[in-house]
């Protein structure tokens, strides 16, 4: 057996072993003893291989897998600039801790520098975006490779998926001719791994954020200091499950009102506001309720106003397990590994919780007012945020894509999914990857029986990532269901500064970006079902029907972009009077 098949045959096993189900394959002809192994490993029912032709798709597919499982999945390309294309997957999953292994072949270090064809420098290529990177010898026939093949598999493996820190890991593959075998020869040496499937090295560390009393952790800050009674939870997003329990009860128990970004996951929460963004973003309203401390919990940043109330606070406690941990505005007096529990005794201010709760209720009336009475402009994309998660199964996923997708829920819709998840990448927010990350996650969720996953998206994140729908014959079917927000380009810009008229001249050109495109024809040719609504109960129908399975993309025709803003703009001045009037 050739050193190249032989140490692919090793890798792959080493892999089952540490129990990573899932690969996605690019094609490429120096990662051929790879590709050839975990084909056979699929037809054995040891793993679950998916083929992609764009490394940019593959990278995002697997990174949804890991995302849904926590589980890394491992995505493999041949050499050269196929490398490159992994970079924005592998920037996401450093920036959201989600697990993922690169596996990238290479040639010898003899044909680098000297202009042999497919052939870069991928060492060190992700720079510090990965925990780990490791240049691989190349395989040779010497006893003591098997164990060397083995243990870099299992470390990797162990470092992807440190509990404090995960994220990729690199391993970059030279492979020297010949790649494959003419025989079944035996190696020199067993190929054979631990006994009883065992990885080669099993990590059993472990590093938990003790949970510790409210009252407890303000001693840290000052031995005489109390739980204040006017505090507000801050909540961006984060992968702890067990975080949104403890965050339900310690609001419960202080009195303290939840703003949350969608992915947060604390819908369910008694105290979570359903339109604090809007509120917050009401400069009178933020400047006379300035929380004495502020609880920020995972990455937030989604709004500017929430990110002003958070630098405001008298106190501000920051919840990240992480060595990186999040605080955007340099403004944490304190970072714990974990949601506080309840204090074993504290002051709750009735009136203050009140304030927030009926300024919620007043927002909620002020934004169907305008949403409500006003239909000239037809289906506006904060419509269709407001159905699509109503519409999200008890077991299904929601995914938002980065802009206005986000933002639409956050505002309009952030309390209507209680019993599924929501994720998105929310690592570094960009449009690119979204249909692929949602991919990946479906694939979890048919292997595990789960529910439908819903991705909402605009129409730019849809073109920018299409080629996440060209999937080949005879890989299993998913119930992913891509509606798309289509207002034929990047309808935020009309919201920020740039959307000013005193800008009109050019909004157009640099960033309204027109592409005149449909979404239907385009997710069609990639064997989608497809189909366009313009109204609310069109959308809801074919959300309806698209539930039953497959692949769906369902594009809402919604209104100009220029007349949506305009739309925005009323609702925050009618939640501006409804405040003030009260």
């Known amino acids: 057996m050739e050193p190249s098949s032989a140490q692919a045959k090793v890798m792959v096993d080493e892999l089952i072993r540490c129990g990573v189900s899932d690969v996605v394959l690019a094609p490429g002809s120096r990662s051929a003893p790879l590709a050839l192994e975990l084909a056979a490993a699929c037809a054995r029912l040891d793993i679950r291989l998916h083929v992609r032709l764009d490394e940019r798709v593959a990278g995002f597919v697997a990174l949804g897998l890991g995302k849904a499982t926590g589980i890394p999945a491992a995505v493999v390309t041949t050499s050269g600039t196929s490398v490159a294309n992994l ?249 714990v590994a974990s949601v506080p529990l309840a204090p074993t005794e504290c002051e709750v201010d009735d009136e203050w919780l009140e304030h927030w709760q009926r300024a919620d209720v007043l927002a909620a009336a002020a934004i169907e007012t305008v949403l409500g009475t006003d239909e000239s402009s037809g289906l506006t994309g904060m419509q269709v945020a407001r159905i699509v998660t109503r519409l999200v199964p008890e077991a299904g996923t929601l995914f938002l894509g980065a802009s206005s997708a986000v933002r639409h829920v956050a505002s309009f819709a952030s309390n209507s999914v209680a019993d599924a998840a929501i994720m998105g990448n929310r690592g570094t927010s960009g449009i690119d990857g979204c249909i692929s990350t949602a991919y990946g996650i479906a694939i979890s969720a048919t292997v595990q029986g789960d529910g439908a996953v819903i991705a909402l998206v605009g129409d730019q994140t849809f073109f920018y990532d299409s080629n996440a729908l ?74 309806d029907q698209a539930l039953n399975g497959g692949l769906h993309i369902i594009v809402a025709n919604t209104a100009m972009r220029s007349a949506e803003a305009q739309i925005l703009q009323q609702i925050s001045e009618a939640v501006q009077q409804a405040l003030a009037a009260s």
């Open 470 to 543: 060209l999937v080949p014959k005879g890989e299993d079917p998913v119930n992913l269901i891509v509606v798309v927000i289509d207002n034929d380009g990047g309808g935020i810009f009309s919201t920020l500064e740039q959307g000013q008229a005193k800008y009109a001249k050019y909004f157009e050109q640099v960033f309204g970006v027109p592409l005149g495109v449909d979404p239907a024809t385009v997710g069609q040719a990639f064997g989608a079902s497809a189909v366009t609504v313009s109204t609310e109960d069109e959308l809801a129908e074919a959300i």
């Open 87 to 335: 970079l924005p997957a592998v920037i996401e999953a450093d920036e959201s801790f989600t697990p993922l292994l690169v596996l990238t072949a290479d040639r010898p270090p003899a044909l680098r520098g000297v202009g042999a064809n497919q052939t870069i420098d991928q060492v060190k290529i992700f720079g510090g975006f990965v925990r780990d990177s490791v240049d691989m010898g190349v395989a040779s026939l010497s006893e003591g490779q098997v164990r060397y093949w083995r243990s870099i598999v299992a470390r990797a493996v162990a470092i992807s998926t440190d509990s404090a820190d995960p994220g990729p890991v690199h391993i970059n593959i030279p492979f020297a001719m010949p790649l494959l075998s003419e025989s079944d020869d035996d190696w020199i040496e067993s190929l054979d791994g631990r006994p009883d499937g065992r990885p080669w090295v099993a990590d059993a560390r472990l590093l938990a954020g003790v949970a510790t009393p409210m009252d407890e952790i303000m001693s840290f800050l000052d031995e005489e200091a109390v739980v204040p009674a006017r505090g507000v939870i801050v909540v961006g997003d984060h992968n702890d499950a067990e975080a949104i329990e403890l965050i339900d009860e310690l609001s419960d128990t202080t009195g303290w009102p939840i703003v949350a970004e969608p992915s947060a996951n604390v819908g369910g929460a008694a105290l979570a506001l359903s339109h604090g963004t809007l509120i917050v973003a009401d400069q009178d309203f933020r400047e006379s309720h300035v929380p004495d401390l502020v609880l920020t919990v995972g990455r937030v940043g989604l709004s500017r106003s929430v990110l002003s109330l958070i630098e405001s606070a008298g106190v501000h406690i920051a919840v990240d397990v992480h060595a990186q941990f999040a605080d955007p505005t340099r403004s944490a007096d304190l970072v």
